[in-house]
């Protein structure tokens, strides 16, 4: 009874349940530089939520270069998200379990593209919205990270 527009019907446990339309994101760019700070390195996108406890998928692909004497030193990447409204001095966080390259370098001149995806169970309640994306550190001062590429992403927000 009573359907809302866009949503799809699952048979499930003895019984027909409504479930938003999954929504799908992408974006592209090339983002902020890493430094010794957690933050959004490459495209992100604002997704909003329908349903409390949604499935997030995220791929993102992005490029990290140097053109440092001694390259780019102690990269750490992941994915992650910040919830809309929260502080600008809050860092984002990382998805629990988050696949993650630790430790990363290259040899100056060098750019290699990284790709990271990945599907989460949230804890994400209904009309809230989060910005997500690839986030990193670096270990070492942001100079030594100082030849970024472009990057794409793409964003399924599912129930």
């Not at 938003?20 to 939520?49: E, H, M, Q």
Request: net charge positive; charged share 15%.
């Amino acid at each position: 009874p009573q359907p809302k527009e866009g949503y799809f019907i699952e048979y499930k446990n003895g019984e027909w349940v409504q479930k938003p339309k999954p929504r799908k994101y992408s974006a592209r760019g090339v983002g902020l530089n890493p430094s010794p700070t957690l933050n959004f390195v490459g495209p992100t996108c604002t997704i909003t939520i329908a349903e409390d406890n949604p499935i997030v998928t995220l791929s993102v692909t992005k490029s990290f270069g140097s053109s440092a004497a001694n390259g780019g030193i102690g990269l750490n990447i992941a994915l992650g998200f910040k919830k809309v409204g929260e502080s600008d001095a809050v860092s984002p966080t990382s998805f629990m379990g988050s696949v993650g390259i630790n430790g990363h370098r290259v040899a100056r001149g060098t750019r290699i593209p990284m790709t990271l995806s990945s599907s989460y169970q949230t804890e994400f309640k209904a009309g809230e919205q989060y910005i997500v994306g690839m986030v990193a550190y670096s270990l070492t001062n942001s100079g030594s990270w100082n030849d970024n590429g472009d990057g794409i992403m793409f964003a399924e927000v599912s129930y």
